[in-house]
């Protein structure tokens, strides 16, 4: 009996000691680091994937609009059945903002979801898509925030529940979340770059696609649409079983924010337009055909 | 013995009523502002359907006729004009109903509400001088009357309720 107790304590210890070696973060690797590093940086470039990858959508002050845009103060809350995530200021301030960081630093954070100090980010910081991207965009993303007026907001803190407080488990969640497989085909150079402005950048699944008890993406219903996690509805089903708008018109919404109706595009969709708008308009047509090319999921029976 | 039953039964009168006064506010709050509802969507419909019109000639779907996009604009600065007192009554959201996307934050900062609404009015304005001046007009003052709607739609309307 006393050999067998033994024996769970030890196993127990075992089980302890792997989930903390698989929960460790985990930054990119050296060459990795200097590939991206060595990039020569095109700022100006840098201002559409700044657009393409919404990060004004969280880090500028809700419904900025124009200029007011590009002062990235944070303060965002992201409401969310683990509590509320507030978006950090990441301006140019060398101590409220990330302007002390180097473009390493800026990489481990964008595709491994790392901090500087070597801490694990929430996945509410979407690092689960922009693990796709090029060392070149990275670059360019990252001279281009060096451009951007510098903001000296505090940072506020989550105002999560317990255990979420544990970051330590975030490393858990990305080792069953946090991969760089495409979830879509890509057969064409335009369906390419739409994969790429959708599944990297965009975002878009982080709301389109329903999630998991542990927050994790269900890849089997990609897009098909899911809970609003800040309050009520439903974010859209965008897949050919639920929209039948023609790519032509995904592209003009992405645009202008109208639907065939003349409906407008409201909430974050509103701040997304706002992104999309800025893109050149073959961006927004690979993104409209990569939206007509998806898996059809059909809406649950019943809810 | 008996009197005590009298005394919860009393009670139990006295409970009711005070159930039945608080519950009659309540049935006050939660009626269902149908015909405000109404009126304030069927408002954004003739817009849509106008707006359709214009937005359908700016992209070349629908053929450009000046007289058409005169009238199509004329009828969004009419929409715009339009005193709003009466659509907007305290507790028609969407956290009180299921027929609207309102958001309580619209009556929490009525004045935002009100300015964007004026936007609205400034831009249908900017296109109905131009509406009738020429095809290539309409797209960026379409974009422009847009832009107002999305500004509004941030701020103050929900998802989709299904």
């Given at each position: 009996m006393r050999r067998f107790f033994l024996f769970l304590v030890l196993i127990a210890a075992l089980a302890a000691g792997g989930a903390w070696w698989i929960s460790r973060p985990q930054v990119l690797p050296e060459a990795r680091l200097a590939a991206i590093a060595a990039v020569e940086a095109d700022a100006e470039r840098g201002r559409l994937v700044f657009h393409a990858g919404g990060c004004a959508s969280c880090h500028a002050e809700d419904g900025a609009e124009g200029e007011a845009r590009l002062v990235l103060a944070g303060g965002h809350r992201l409401e969310s059945e683990f509590g509320a995530f507030v978006a950090p200021n990441i301006s140019p301030h060398p101590e409220a903002g990330i302007g002390a960081w180097s473009v390493g630093d800026f990489a481990n954070a964008m595709l491994?979801?790392?901090?500087?100090?070597?801490a694990h980010y929430y996945p509410a910081f979407p690092y689960t898509a922009y693990i796709h991207m090029t060392d070149r965009d990275l670059a360019d993303l990252w001279a281009f925030l060096q451009t951007l007026p510098e903001a000296d907001r505090e940072n506020d803190p989550n105002a999560l529940a317990f255990p979420y407080t544990?970051?330590?488990g975030i490393g858990l969640w990305k080792w069953r979340h946090l991969s760089d497989d495409w979830v879509a085909a890509a057969p064409s150079e335009t369906l390419e770059r739409g994969r790429y402005l959708v599944e990297a950048l965009g975002h878009c699944a982080e709301c389109h696609t329903p999630r998991d008890r542990?927050?994790?993406?269900?890849l089997a219903r990609w897009m098909g649409g899911a809970e609003n996690p800040s309050g009520r509805g439903r974010i859209p089903n965008i897949t050919p079983a639920a929209l039948d708008w023609s790519a032509a018109d995904i592209a003009y919404y992405l645009e202008t924010g109208f639907t065939p109706d003349y409906d407008s595009a409201g909430g974050t969709m509103a701040s997304v337009v706002k992104n999309t708008a800025e893109l050149p308009a073959s961006d927004r047509e690979a993104i409209a055909a990569y939206v007509k090319g998806l898996a059809p999921v059909a809406a649950p029976d019943a809810e | 013995m008996i009197s005590h039953a009298n005394g919860l039964g009393l009670h139990a009168a006295a409970a009711s009523l005070a159930a039945a006064l608080a519950l009659a506010p309540a049935a006050t709050l939660a009626q269902d502002f149908e015909n405000q509802v109404a009126a304030r969507q069927g408002q954004f419909k003739i817009m849509a359907l106008n707006l359709g019109m214009l937005g359908g000639m700016a992209r070349g779907n629908i053929e450009y006729d000046a007289d058409t996009a005169a009238l199509a604009a004329a009828n969004l600065v009419a929409v715009s004009q339009l005193g709003q007192e009466f659509h907007w009554p305290e507790g028609s959201d969407n956290i009180m109903l299921d027929?609207?996307?309102?958001?309580p934050s619209i009556w929490e900062d009525f004045d935002d509400f009100a300015s964007k609404w004026q936007d609205y009015g400034t831009q249908a304005a900017a296109l109905a001088e131009v509406a009738?001046?020429?095809?290539?007009?309409l797209g960026p003052a379409v974009g422009a009357l847009g832009g107002t709607c999305q500004a509004c739609h941030e701020a103050h309307r929900g998802p989709e309720l299904n």
């Open positions: 491994r979801g790392v901090s500087p100090e070597g544990l970051r330590r542990w927050g994790g993406l269900d | 027929t609207t996307r309102a958001q009738a001046t020429g095809q290539e007009a």
